[in-house]
């Protein structure tokens, strides 16, 4: 679909900030109200805008525990003790919640 300079420009503004207010974005895009309003019921009628969406900083919500990652981890064990000394090792970084044997390809999973 092509659209005009106007659409695309509103567009960017909304990716930005979908929050921005009507007059504000009108300001930016240099169009009036109107016209904004106009653009954006289109591009919504359309499907081109799908949905509004929020970005959350989840680290200023307390209690919330963020991003969990398994990482696979292939290691050469020490003759005498094994994988034990490099997973407790690992384990002691506040992050790592287990460390879990494996067989196959890794070692442990993290």
């Known amino acids: 679909m092509k659209l005009t300079e106007k659409e695309t420009e509103i567009l960017e503004i909304l990716d930005e900030n979908s929050r921005a ?60 003790v094994g994988f034990d000394e490099i997973a407790e090792r690992i384990y002691r970084f506040q992050e790592v919640e287990s460390v879990y044997l494996m067989s196959g390809v890794y070692d442990l999973s993290v």
């Open 21 to 80: 207010d009507l007059n504000t974005i009108a300001k930016m895009a240099g169009v009036t109200t109107e016209e904004a309003e106009a653009i954006i019921q289109k591009l919504e009628d359309q499907k081109v805008i799908i949905d509004y969406s929020t970005m959350i900083d989840w680290r200023k919500v307390d209690g919330h525990e963020g991003v969990t990652a398994m990482i696979d981890v292939k290691v050469t064990p020490k003759r005498g």
